[in-house]
């Protein structure tokens, strides 16, 4: 049978976020989609849905909510049929989908780094002793006074523009970006200096798109398929289930990183008091096709480890 494809009259309607960043990943997921099909841009309709996230600027994520900050409004929108697609930085995704909805599609994964930011690109290590580093990100937050407890770290929100404009005018020293928004957005202006996972692991699925859509839509799951990236997919399989297995959100300090190496796959994951106080770690290698089991085992072992209060940010 053959398939029906979008077209200027009955466009694919993609619902996303109104960031630069955002917006950058659902071209993308158009071009790719537009090269797969050999179809024109105006098959392809670009929607754009503000989220709680986006709409509360003036509150820490950790006092408004989890992962579905980012993602509830467009899920809604998904389920009702106003939009075909919706297109998520994955690192913001609950690891569990609203009823009738999937996510399956994975573009190829960008660069994984977090990069420390400053005005003038100096790196991490030579941040002054007592120096204010801003970021939104408990984890980060947590591994920066892990490492350095001497710093003093305020809340950073915003674009990438908001954020270095916050370093123009003072309100901190450095911050810290995902290597792969800045690659997205094409942003060389921002001096920076990648840290290594062994520096800084990132958080899980930094770096990936996914793509969701109703689990009844037989003619989207065909069309994406085509875009699927496997690689990427095996690796956010892992650290999907040993985010699950934790039970993480935006409110816990969780990170985790999947690398393959031909037929294995190997999975490191820390997790941290909010405080920067403590930190454990564990890792485990194991065949591609037990991917989730180890990342699932990797989380199951460090919660097992956990002391009573861990994860409790209004005690940090």
């Known amino acids: 049978m053959t398939l029906d494809l979008p077209t200027p009259d009955r466009p694919l309607r993609i619902g996303t976020r109104g960031s630069p960043l955002a917006l950058a990943q659902a071209h993308e997921t158009r071009d790719r989609l537009m090269a797969a099909f050999d179809l024109p841009e105006d098959a392809f309709e670009v929607v754009v849905i503000k989220t709680t996230g986006d709409r509360v600027l003036d ?3 950790k006092e408004i909510g989890g992962k579905g900050l980012f993602t509830r409004e467009i899920e809604e929108d998904l389920a009702s049929g106003a939009i075909d697609i919706a297109v998520h930085s994955m690192k913001d995704m609950p690891t569990i989908q609203p009823e009738g909805l999937i996510l399956d599609t994975y573009l190829p994964r960008e660069d994984v780094r977090d990069a420390f930011v400053t005005l003038a690109g100096s790196a991490f290590a030579d941040l002054d002793e007592g120096a204010v580093v801003g970021t939104s990100s408990l984890r980060r937050r947590a591994q920066l006074l892990w490492r350095r407890p001497d710093l003093q770290v305020v809340e950073f929100r915003g674009n990438v523009q908001t954020r270095m404009k916050k370093l123009a005018d003072g309100v901190a020293e450095a ?18 200096v990648p840290l ?23 003619r989207t799951a065909e069309m994406l398929a085509a875009i699927h990236d496997a690689t990427t997919g095996t690796r956010l399989a892992a ?8 039970d993480g959100s935006c409110e816990t300090p969780i990170a985790g990183l999947a690398e393959l190496d031909g037929g294995t796959i190997r999975l490191r994951g820390e997790i941290l ?6 930190c454990l770690e564990d890792a485990e290698t194991a065949p591609v096709e037990d991917a989730a089991e180890m990342g699932h085992a990797v989380g199951a072992r460090l919660l097992a480890r956990a002391p009573a209060g861990f994860f409790d940010w209004r005690a940090a």
């Open 59 to 61: 509150r820490p994520l």
């Open 175 to 192: 911050t810290f970006l995902a290597c792969a928004g800045l690659s997205r957005l094409n942003a060389h202006e921002v001096k920076r």
């Open 196 to 218: 290594t996972p062994d520096e800084m692991l990132p958080a899980v699925a930094q770096g990936a798109i996914g793509i969701e859509r109703r689990i009844d839509d037989a």
């Open 239 to 246: 650290e999907r289930a040993y985010l699950a297995a934790l």
């Open 273 to 278: 008091r909010p405080d920067g106080s403590d």
